[in-house]
């Protein structure tokens, strides 16, 4: 009897090991990729000079496309984040009593803003799937905040109009970056207080 119980102990642990050297064999696999698309926002350097916080966007920005030096990120693995990420701070957001699936549009702009800029965030680099990948968060973005292909397309497009979107975009790329290294959005760079720093709610 206590040999099986041994016997199941072994096997389990040998199990468990081989289950971690697949993560870590998955994990050192990750590419990073340079954000280009039709809508990210390539005039944040004209935008700096109407804004005070376009300064700071356009350093955050070059960031993303300078490609520092990060462990490199598949399609799936960058939607997976995006998906926890973003429930993260919808479910912090909830917690403060705001439903951001039936807020106002301006209010689901800047939304949109602050997500994009953590899907920025959490893929710097380049890789042959970087369309694949900024469809992909797109649609995060759309399932999260209930929005229509061509509401958040011109969404997306203004995102340079605003200092309010600029900020939001900035948060949301520090906020994820943050959170990619060490788990935690800190509180000033949350959506909720991206939001409430700009809008009246």
């Known amino acids: 009897m206590t040999?099986?119980?041994?016997?199941?102990?072994e096997i389990s642990l040998a199990v468990l090991l081989a289950?971690?050297?697949y993560r870590m064999y998955t994990l050192a696999r990750l590419r990073p990729f340079r954000s280009t698309s039709?809508?990210?926002?390539?005039?944040?350097?004209?935008?700096?000079?109407?804004?005070?916080?376009a300064?700071?966007?356009?350093?955050?920005?070059?960031?993303?496309?300078a490609g520092q030096s990060r462990k490199r990120v598949r399609a799936n693995d960058l939607v997976t984040q995006l998906h926890i990420f973003s429930s993260i701070q919808l479910t912090d957001v909830r917690h403060h009593g705001l439903t951001l699936r039936d807020a106002a549009p301006t209010?689901?702009?800047?939304a949109v803003a602050y997500f994009y800029g953590a899907a920025c965030g959490l893929a710097f680099g380049h890789v042959k799937e970087r369309e694949k990948i900024l469809e992909a968060a797109i649609k995060v973005i759309q399932h999260a905040l209930d929005i229509g292909d061509i509401v958040i397309e011109q969404m997306l497009s203004d995102l340079t109009t605003s200092s309010s979107l600029l900020h939001c975009y900035r948060n949301g790329l520090e906020g994820a970056e943050h959170w990619q290294q060490h788990r935690f959005v800190p509180e000033t760079q949350s959506l909720y207080a991206s939001l409430t720093a700009n809008a009246l709610l």
């Open 107 to 110: 209010l689901k702009s800047l």
């Open 19 to 21: 289950l971690m050297a």
């Open 55 to 65: 300064e700071a966007t356009r350093d955050a920005y070059q960031r993303v496309t």
């Open 3 to 9: 040999g099986l119980i041994v016997s199941g102990v």
């Open 38 to 53: 039709a809508f990210t926002p390539a005039s944040v350097e004209l935008a700096a000079a109407s804004f005070p916080a």
